[in-house]
């Protein structure tokens, strides 16, 4: 199947959406090839389009640090998909993107109170080797500012910067003599607030006159705030469907997609709500990872009970190894609340508390995936099942597809594309 670009894919939706057709797209994080492939056999299966949203942290180029999934590059991870794809015999459209360029978007860069310029000009060679790797989204994020913590970064230096990586990107795309790329803004970060419709159409305005003035594509989607706000495991935020339909109506007026961050763990009844509002996309991905670890958890029981049966000898440690790993990479802190996330490692290993170390391995088995010791006991603990005819591989992924089949059902988004493609024409 031919690809349409990713900007003609929201022109579509935004068509359908005056006949009722219209769906809303998934931006999934790609946790893991194994989330790759959950992502993309669904997407075959039903008839839709996917987007894989990477942030700086997930995949990133080798001299920037590189990414935490299977450390990753641009190159290795459009590899690494396209590899899964051929081998499913892939037939739909899927869109590479980044979620969260730009300066100060890794979290070492932030912590260190990185200069702008130099922030800014690590944020260029990353999204310079993005375009070079065939992305075909570019998220334009400079509202992470060390030096503005707790406050709301001025509407203009958001725009100033935005147009100054817009132009970049454009001027790299063109001397290299590539396609066309789509281009995602914001006027701030996702916190669980609501974006008033005020800031969001004067955003759009003076970005609108600003990227006209020098001949600058207008963004694909812009981001809004509709209440959603993930924490640990949870959606602790409010959807509020006002919001989100007025912020989609006037995205609409320009012919761009509202996008909405934070889509985690979302109930049938909000996620129904998405298609009357008229969100053309929503980004989920640590719920993913989640997930996956819970799969492995579930496997790793599995091959308990197969030692008790006297079945197995020499069983992984595939639960224990997670939970310390987990615990050592410390990057639970972003999604804990109050004092907990100012606990040391240490702390935490002696404190022996069942309950917290199983929250912190909920949210952060994820991120040791790609550590030797870990993908080391996984592989044991899948040879110890098959040998009693489980394929543990196919049971993670079987169990990642089951939370994007929920969105993709209530997102009305089976037979999509088709749909998109009869719309465009």
């Not at 004067?202 to 694909?220: G, Q």
């Not at 719920?287 to 197995?312: D, F, M, N, P, W």
């Not at 949210?363 to 790609?370: D, E, L, R, V």
Request: with cysteine; aromatic share 8%.
């Amino acid at each position: 199947m031919e690809k349409l670009p990713i900007k003609t894919v929201v022109e579509g939706l935004l068509t359908l959406q005056q006949t009722g057709e219209s769906a809303t797209l998934l931006g999934i994080g790609p946790m893991s090839r194994n989330c790759v492939q959950a992502t993309l056999e669904l997407s075959m299966e039903d008839n839709y389009p996917v987007m894989f949203i990477a942030s700086r942290n997930q995949v990133d180029a080798d001299e920037l640090g590189g990414g935490y999934v299977n450390g990753w590059n641009q190159f290795t991870f459009s590899q690494a998909v396209k590899e899964v794809a051929e081998e499913i015999g892939y037939d739909n459209m899927y869109y590479l993107c980044r979620d969260h360029g730009g300066p100060w978007q890794r979290d070492k860069e932030r912590n260190d109170h990185l200069p702008t310029e130099e922030a800014m000009e690590l944020g260029k060679k990353s999204y310079v080797a993005d375009i070079e790797a065939g992305f075909d989204l570019l998220m334009i994020d400079p509202t992470k500012d060390p030096f503005e913590v707790g406050k709301v970064i001025p509407l203009e230096t958001v725009l100033e910067r935005t147009v100054e990586l817009i132009e970049f990107c454009e001027t790299e795309r063109k001397a290299r003599q590539l396609p066309e790329i789509g281009y995602e803004v914001g006027t701030e970060e996702t916190n669980g607030g609501l974006t008033s419709t005020e800031t969001y159409e004067t955003f759009i305005v003076r970005l609108k006159e600003e990227l006209e003035k020098r001949d600058l594509p207008l963004p694909t989607f812009i981001v809004g705030q509709t209440g959603t706000l993930t924490r640990k495991t949870e959606q602790v935020g409010t959807f509020n469907f006002k919001n989100a339909s007025d912020l989609a109506e006037m995205a609409k007026k320009y012919g761009v997609g509202l996008k909405e961050h934070n889509g985690d763990y979302l109930d049938d009844v909000t996620l129904l709500e998405h298609i009357p509002s008229q969100i053309t996309a929503t980004n989920v991905a640590p719920q993913y990872g989640t997930e996956e670890t819970r799969a492995y958890l579930k496997l790793a029981t599995v091959e308990q009970k197969l030692k008790s049966y006297g079945l197995i000898d020499n069983i992984s440690k595939t639960r224990e190894t997670l939970l310390i790993h987990a615990i050592k990479s410390e990057r639970w802190r972003k999604w804990m609340v109050g004092e907990q996330k100012d606990l040391t490692v240490d702390q935490i290993l002696d404190m022996q508390d069942d309950k917290l170390q199983a929250e912190i391995l909920d949210i952060a088995g994820h991120y040791t995936f790609n550590d030797a010791e870990v993908k080391e006991e996984i592989e044991k603990m899948y040879a110890n099942l098959k040998a009693h005819n489980i394929d543990g591989q196919r049971y993670v992924v079987d169990h990642i597809k089951r939370p994007i089949r929920e969105y993709s059902e209530c997102y009305n988004l089976k037979g999509v594309t088709s749909r998109i493609i009869k719309a465009v024409k």
